[in-house]
């Protein structure tokens, strides 16, 4: 990589995070390299130095940075990734959420960056597991990425073996059914409780985007990490607004160390990766 290559990518990192939320280290600028020379076909451009260059011209459009955000995020998950963490939802949070939510008999959550569906699916074989009258219940569970084609993925919810090397053979026997090309199709049941959305976390206003400001439980694990720390923290202070008192919001180990030493000011720790609103 030449100087001037460099130079191009350190200036399209910076646009990308300030665009996008995505930042490459130092030690990852040829992934981004990587990722704009493989966008250059769908993008019309026969070089990644011509994208760049439109890039830093600030010519792009929202369109087009969505085509690139295929290419860029990368959405490696999979089925009850992190089990302690469905562990804690099933056993810590649901428990007492449910008892408060008894009369009305309604649940909204939000997965922010789903990748293509594993997250949110998850979550919604907890709540079936956890609420015995689910058909009583009115169930919003909304899932949202920045990567169009991971999104398609999710609505289609069919899985190969590698998505479910965390999830008990039980569970895949009782909510999939293999097809003859050795993928599996999520039941229907749970398929229709999620719905899936684009949304792009760094740059786009939550509430005008469909995001309820009462919101019960908020799912964002795996995400903050590719952001740089402030972005990170300004995020997190965001998906705070968008919960009720005493709600819930989800995050990695990774995650919540960006913030850890100065947590954001609408959000306590309740756990070492789970935060809960103020009141």
Known sequence: MTKAQHSDLKAVNEFLSERMGLFFSEQRLSDLGR??????????????????????????????????AQYLTVGETYFFRDPASFLALEESVLPPLLRKKRAAKRLKIWSAGCSSGEEPYSIAISLLRSIPDINNWEIKLLATDINMRSLERAREARY????????????????????????????????????????????????KSGIPNDLDLIFCRNVLIYFTQAKAKDIAEQLGQCLHPEAYLFTSANDSARFIANPPQNLERAASTIFKKRN
């Open 35 to 68: 990722g704009l020379k493989e966008a250059c076909p769908e993008l019309s451009f026969a070089r990644a130095e011509d994208l760049c260059q439109e890039l830093l011209s600030d010519k792009f459009d929202r369109n087009k940075l969505r085509i690139l």
């Open 160 to 207: 190969s073996s590698w998505s479910f090397r965390s999830m008990p053979e039980e569970f895949i026997s009782q909510y999939f059914s293999e097809e003859a090309d050795g993928q599996f199709s999520l039941n229907e049941k749970i398929k229709k409780m999620v719905k899936f959305d684009y949304l792009n976390l760094a740059e786009d206003k939550y509430s």
